[in-house]
């Protein structure tokens, strides 16, 4: 994630300065995003570790596989998604990136990314 970042953060410095400032300012959402990522999976590691040992260890390891695969498909799917949509005209930038997301996708990492359903 870092990495894209970087990357993000280099190709905005080679670009003209109106489309430098809306690139800095995805790059500052994305700092933003990894913020709240990170305090979220504090808040879920919280309530899972005390929790490991009464867990079915099956189940565990399959949710772990899922979230694996979600989270490699997630930033697949950033990294498309703009690439593809970012060089349309500007009105249609919004419905292509709606079209290319994978909404089922979105829903399972969202409930990870607000743990508000958590007891505490």
């Given at each position: 994630?870092?990495?894209?970042?970087?990357?993000m953060?280099?190709?905005?410095?080679?670009?003209?300065?109106e489309?430098?400032?809306?690139?800095?300012?995805?790059?500052?959402?994305g700092?933003?995003?990894?913020?709240?990522?990170?305090?979220?999976?504090?808040?879920?590691?919280?309530?899972?570790?005390?929790?490991?040992?009464?867990?079915?260890?099956?189940?565990?390891?399959?949710?772990?596989?899922?979230?694996?695969?979600?989270?490699?498909?997630?930033?697949?799917?950033?990294?498309?998604?703009?690439?593809?949509?970012?060089?349309?005209?500007?009105?249609?930038?919004?419905?292509?990136?709606?079209?290319?997301?994978?909404?089922?996708?979105?829903?399972?990492?969202?409930?990870?990314?607000?743990?508000?359903?958590?007891?505490?």
């Open positions: 994630m870092q990495n894209g970042l970087a990357e953060d280099a190709k905005a410095k080679s670009q003209p300065a489309a430098q400032a809306a690139l800095q300012q995805q790059y500052a959402e700092r933003e995003m990894i913020a709240k990522l990170d305090s979220a999976r504090e808040r879920l590691k919280s309530y899972l570790v005390p929790r490991m040992m009464q867990l079915d260890p099956i189940a565990t390891s399959l949710a772990m596989k899922r979230g694996e695969a979600d989270w490699r498909d997630v930033n697949a799917m950033m990294q498309r998604c703009p690439a593809k949509c970012t060089p349309l005209p500007k009105q249609q930038v919004e419905a292509c990136l709606n079209e290319c997301n994978d909404k089922d996708l979105w829903n399972r990492v969202r409930a990870c990314m607000n743990p508000n359903w958590l007891p505490f």
